[in-house]
């Protein structure tokens, strides 16, 4: 499911400012591409709390002028109005795929015999989980 929004840019300092008004969100970048990139991180963050209940997205007119009705912390009604559009299912897909931190304690000994044969521990851990539950787990990658 892809979804669409208006949103604003604009530069404040060597910082890109980027509001979504439908939904009331801000973030930012360091440059326009990274600022776009950081809307559609947004939007899909949101997609995936949200889930079916997104805002419709309003026409450039009703962005506009909730742009300007927002103006008391900055005002973005005159910066670079884009579209920004996001897949939801893509981007929950990728989502679920990131990597995530875990820490994990084992013997001193241990940790040497596994750095003397060279051993990636990320990817023993995660052979061993798909062994223990029986996942089918492609561990070319």
Not at 59 to 66: F, G, M, N, P, R
Not at 120 to 134: E, F, G, M, P, T
């Amino acid at each position: 499911m892809k979804v669409t929004y208006p949103v604003f840019i604009k530069q404040s300092g060597e910082d890109f400012l980027v509001y979504i008004p439908d939904l009331d969100g801000y973030t930012e970048g360091k440059s326009l591409a990274d600022a776009i990139e950081m809307a559609r991180d947004y939007i899909g963050l949101a997609g995936i709390e949200q889930e079916e209940k997104l805002p419709k997205a309003s026409t450039y007119e009703e962005a506009l002028l909730i742009a300007k009705d927002n103006t008391e912390i900055f005002d973005y009604s005159d910066g670079l109005q884009t579209i920004v559009d996001v897949d939801l299912i893509e981007y929950k897909r990728q989502y679920d795929n990131r990597a995530v931190r875990k820490n994990c304690t084992v013997p001193y000994w241990m940790t040497v015999k596994a750095d003397e044969a060279g051993l990636n521990y990320s990817r023993v851990l995660q052979d061993a989980i798909a062994k223990i539950l029986n996942l089918n787990y492609n561990t070319t990658n």
